[in-house]
């Protein structure tokens, strides 16, 4: 019997295998868990590339429903619920793995943001955890919980991370406020802040090696981390073994985040990504 037999939920934010929503849901699949997922919708539905490469991955692992969905959208959002009321009824779990900002306003300086890429930027990867919870307050068993994604940018400066950075903040914060809301009902939400993980939206924000690079040399551990570790942590907090823990970042990154200074060691040697 794994952690999460007869468990049900959604998975947003599976892009490609290299999401770490795929990584996520791999760990939940392999507690047992019953998975519906959505994908972003096809621009042109003759060519159903997203779909299809998000298809690709789930049905192997008996994928109970996969929907579009576009964040932007209240009925969209709706929708990926309704299918899910209609298939379980209530569920257990949801995985908030969606952010975007625009590319010209992602690249900085925060202060040349436009008004419109800011709020794009803000719906697309703070408002849609809202409405997921307010969505899922209803048919979410008692012990239910919520899951959703962030980075340090959100806590600290990180350069390059920008824009994005301000949305992890809010992010972070809607995730205290709504656990607040949420607890008296014995629902959970918390947040998994990760390391770098090469996925399409880390191409976005700046040099992967050199991210690689600043782990391997700073980082506790001396290294970055495993998709499969940031799936295993996300699968923990989902889980009745976190049944304490919500309103919570939960920091899986080498222990990076620690860190005020360069470790005394640091520059001793190359670190093993430049050897
Ligand atoms: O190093 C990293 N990759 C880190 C990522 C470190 C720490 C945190 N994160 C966060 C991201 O900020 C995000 O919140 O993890 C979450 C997942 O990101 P990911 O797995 O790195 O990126 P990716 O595989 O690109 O998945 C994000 C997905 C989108 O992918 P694309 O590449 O197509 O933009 O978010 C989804 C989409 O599938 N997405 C949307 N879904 C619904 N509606 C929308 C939308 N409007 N926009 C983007």
Redesign the pocket.
């Known amino acids: 019997m794994g952690l999460f037999t007869g468990k049900k939920g959604i998975v947003?934010?599976?892009?490609?295998e290299?999401?770490?929503?795929w990584a996520i849901t791999q760990q939940l699949h392999a507690e047992g868990a019953e998975i519906g997922f959505?994908?972003?919708p096809d621009k042109d539905p003759e060519r159903p590339k997203?779909a299809n490469k998000v298809r690709k991955l789930v049905d192997p692992l008996d994928a109970r429903f996969l929907v579009p969905?576009?964040?932007?959208k209240d009925e969209d959002i709706s929708g990926a619920f309704a299918k899910a009321a209609e298939t379980w009824g209530m569920i257990d779990f949801v995985v908030h793995?969606?952010?975007?900002a625009p590319p010209q306003d992602l690249t900085g300086p925060v202060y040349n943001s436009s008004r419109a890429g800011f709020l794009t930027a803000m719906d697309?990867?703070v408002y849609?955890l809202i409405a997921m919870a307010g969505r899922a307050r209803p048919m979410l068993n008692p012990g239910g919980s919520l899951l959703?994604?962030?980075?340090l940018g959100g806590e600290r400066v990180i350069p390059g991370y920008n824009l994005?950075g301000l949305c992890?903040s809010a992010l972070e914060s809607a995730v205290e406020y709504i656990a607040s809301e949420l607890g008296p009902h014995g629902m959970r939400v918390n947040a998994l802040?990760?390391?770098?993980?090469?996925?399409?939206?880390?191409s976005g924000v700046g040099d992967f090696k050199k991210m690689l690079t600043l782990y391997e040399t700073f980082a506790p551990l001396r290294r970055n981390i495993s998709e499969e570790e940031v799936g295993k942590t996300a699968m923990f907090l989902l889980s009745d073994l976190a049944s304490g823990i919500t309103g919570e970042t939960l920091h899986v990154d080498s222990g990076y985040h620690i860190m005020g200074g360069p470790p005394l060691d640091a520059f001793a040697q190359p670190p093993a990504s430049e050897g």
């Open positions: 947003f934010g599976i892009a490609n290299r999401s770490i929503a959505t994908h972003l997203n969905c576009d964040v932007q793995s969606v952010a975007f697309i990867s849609s959703t994604l962030t980075y994005m992890k802040s990760a390391g770098p993980v090469r996925t399409i939206s880390a």
